[in-house]
T-cell receptor
Framework: NAGVTQTPKFRVLKTGQSMTLLCAQDMNHEYMYWYRQDPGMGLRLIHYSVGEGTTAKGEVPDGYNVSRLKKQNFLLGLESAAPSQTSVYFC?????????????FGQGTRLTVV | SQELEQSPQSLIVQEGKNLTINCTSSKTLYGLYWYKQKYGEGLIFLMMLQKGGEEKSHEKITAKLDEKKQQSSLHITASQPSHAGIYLCGAPKGGGNTPLVFGKGTRLSVIA
């Protein structure tokens, strides 16, 4: 039962470097999400997708890009990493957002930008 | 958009004691979700409440939804060390089929 898998689990980047975080789900969910979690700020929605080929902005989208080329994968990209992007990133998926169905979360990616 | 405020921010209780965590919404609630997170791990779904007055229980955890007050409460009876972690409430950000937004969480410690 893999559920939602995030790769990598840990990463250290230098300021200005780029990277891509990969999220994969094996539950055939339509909706996928990227959140970041910071001390005192809780979970904040970065971007989300309502289906293959679609993406939408969340609460804190600046500095990030996403792609959903395949239904099971949702990629989060940082083009030029900044120390303010040091955070724990969580991917989640659900059949539908909001009502009636819960979101399943991955184990998180701890990113440090130095 | 939806904003959720949780109280208290942190809580330390003695093993065996009862406790309550509250989640108050800035807007009408179209469902409320409770998750638990252990340090360094992902979120684990606990319960989903959809209707005003609804109450659900799982083992020693009970959650209630008061739509009129735009509030939900999570009550743990006879707390155990296994209950320790961060509890987060989430709700659809715009109502209906919209992604969840979350409160900032309540950190619970249970001491022997």
């Amino acid at each position: 039962n893999a559920g939602v898998t995030q790769t990598p689990k840990f990463r250290v980047l230098k300021t200005g470097q780029s990277m891509t975080l990969l999220c994969a789900q094996d539950m055939n969910h339509e909706y996928m999400y990227w959140y970041r979690q910071d001390p005192g700020m809780g979970l904040r929605l970065i971007h989300y997708s309502v289906g293959e080929g679609t993406t939408a902005k969340g609460e804190v989208p600046d500095g990030y890009n996403v792609s959903r080329l395949k239904k099971q994968n949702f990629l989060l990209g940082l083009e030029s990493a900044a120390p303010s992007q040091t955070s724990v990133y969580f991917c989640a998926s659900s059949y539908f957002p909001g009502r009636n169905t819960e979101a399943f979360f991955g184990q998180g990616t701890r990113l440090t930008v130095v | 958009s939806q904003e959720l405020e949780q109280s208290p921010q942190s809580l330390i209780v003695q093993e065996g004691k009862n406790l309550t965590i509250n989640c108050t919404s800035s807007k009408t609630l179209y469902g409320l979700y409770w998750y638990k997170q252990k340090y360094g791990e992902g979120l684990i779904f606990l319960m989903m409440l959809q209707k005003g007055g609804e109450e659900k229980s799982h083992e020693k955890i009970t959650a209630k939804l008061d739509e009129k007050k735009q509030q939900s409460s999570l009550h743990i009876t006879a707390s155990q060390p296994s209950h320790a972690g961060i509890y987060l409430c989430g709700a659809p950000k715009g109502g209906g089929n919209t992604p969840l937004v979350f409160g900032k969480g309540t950190r619970l410690s249970v001491i022997a």
